[in-house]
T-cell receptor, first 111, second 112 residues
Framework: EPEVTQTPSHQVTQMGQEVILRCVPI?????FYWYRQILGQKVEFLVS????????KSEIFDDQFSVERPDGSNFTLKIRSTKLEDSAMYFC?????????FGQGTRLTVV | DAKTTQPTSMDCAEGRAANLPCNHS???????VYWYRQIHSQGPQYIIH???NNETNEMASLIITEDRKSSTLILPHATLRDTAVYYC?????????????FGRGTSLIVHP
């Protein structure tokens, strides 16, 4: 069964460093999303991406964040200068239309 | 989006049906009811969705009341692996984008 794949599963980075989280969505899906979940809190929407551009973004998705679909298969989330509060699970999702299918997440730890 | 209300937690015996309720009394005519679940620390998993008719798939059944103000997700024979947080989401489906927005959900514990 097709699935969304995220790498790495766990990343530790120093505060102020740039990180790139990678996702391979399900082939033929049209909509792509990033979410995050801080430990013990709700799953929070960050950004949606459709037709090679951002379609919606939340207040969390500020200038420190960017997304890209560099080669038609990968979908990346970049955090330019990480802060301690960026420590969270980051989930990528893709959707053919309405049902979203999530990856297993990347645990980002900022130290 | 219509607001949803779910119990904070529920428990169920293994092998029995788990019935998870959701209230969405302000739902409008073009809003769908979606259910997702999140097993501990994993990514959310889509379960089922519906507009007004009852729906069934290999994972669960969704029963929506006639007035659409509430719904119930039914796991017919719960197993220990169904222990998870279950999210009821009400959302308009438009042609451009659909974004699941997660609340606190119901923490279901299936016990032996």
């Amino acid at each position: 069964e097709p699935e969304v794949t995220q790498t790495p599963s766990h990343q530790v980075t120093q505060m102020g460093q740039e990180v790139i989280l990678r996702c391979v969505p399900i082939s033929n899906h049209l909509y792509f999303y990033w979410y995050r979940q801080i430990l013990g809190q709700k799953v929070e929407f960050l950004v949606s991406f459709y037709n090679n551009e951002i379609s919606e973004k939340s207040e969390i998705f500020d200038d420190q964040f960017s997304v890209e679909r560099p080669d038609g298969s990968n979908f990346t989330l970049k955090i330019r200068s990480t802060k301690l509060e960026d420590s969270a699970m980051y989930f990528c999702a893709s959707s053919p239309y309405t049902e979203a299918f999530f990856g297993q997440g990347t645990r980002l730890t900022v130290v | 989006d219509a607001k949803t209300t779910q119990p904070t937690s529920m428990d169920c015996a293994e092998g029995r049906a788990a019935n998870l309720p959701c209230n969405h009394s302000t739902i409008s005519g073009n809003e769908y009811v979606y259910w997702y679940r999140q097993i501990h620390s994993q990514g959310p998993q889509y379960i089922i969705h519906g507009l007004k008719n009852n729906e069934t798939n290999e994972m669960a059944s969704l029963i929506i009341t006639e007035d659409r103000k509430s719904s119930t997700l039914i796991l017919p024979h719960a197993t220990l692996r169904d222990t998870a947080v279950y999210y009821c989401i009400v959302r308009v489906v438009t042609g451009g984008s659909y974004i699941p927005t997660f609340g606190r959900g119901t923490s279901l514990i299936v016990h032996p």
